[in-house]
């Protein structure tokens, strides 16, 4: 495992290299990304992001839950108290599910899932947990419903084989 005393190390490292200084708690990049817990597809290193620039959420699969849709209403009240609002300039959300994602085989627990999307256990098939091209799609729907018109929102699926992101869902917005 990675002990306490390596953690350390690499965080001294890491005040070291400044990378951290002059950051505000607003992302510069105007992006949210909604991503899955997998430790192999974190939205920073897949998607070249660097520190500040994007709010990232993530849970198991990635997924527009209810519980995903209250954590972007807390982030909007922070947001207002900390800019008034969203930020100047197009603002963006991604969708980001992946390939080999462990929440395909948590389709032997449809109760947990169930309750995960605070669902029937009857309506799950509309979540398309097996498919992350189908749920990336199902997700981006269910998002723009929650987002102010003018927000961009976008669905891509990473291959964890390849290394690269396919976009499903072009950039688009309600206006
Ligand atoms: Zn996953």
């Known amino acids: 495992m990675i002990d306490l005393d390596e953690l350390m190390r690499r965080n001294v490292k890491f005040a070291a290299s400044g990378s951290f200084e002059g950051l505000t708690i607003r992302a510069t990049g105007n992006l949210r990304v909604i991503g899955c817990v997998d430790s192999r597809v974190d939205p920073s290193h897949v998607l070249g ?5 994007a709010t990232v959420i993530r849970n198991v699969g990635g997924r527009v ?11 909007a009240k922070v947001s207002k108290a900390n800019s008034g609002g969203l930020p100047p300039g197009d603002s963006h959300v991604v969708v980001l599910h992946h390939t080999e994602c462990g929440i395909v085989q948590l389709s032997d627990y449809p109760e947990m899932l169930a309750q995960y999307f ?7 098939n509309a979540k398309a947990v097996s498919d992350p091209y189908e749920s990336v799609r199902v997700d981006v729907d269910a998002i723009k419903k929650f987002l102010a018109p003018e927000v961009f929102v976008t669905g891509l699926v990473y291959d964890v084989t390849s290394g690269l992101v396919q976009v499903v869902v072009p950039p688009s917005r309600e206006d």
Do not use: K, N, Q
């Open 65 to 75: 839950a209810p519980s995903t849709i209250r954590t972007l209403e807390m982030l």
């Open 118 to 124: 605070e669902v029937a256990t009857t309506d799950l």
């Open 49 to 53: 992001l660097g520190l500040g620039e």
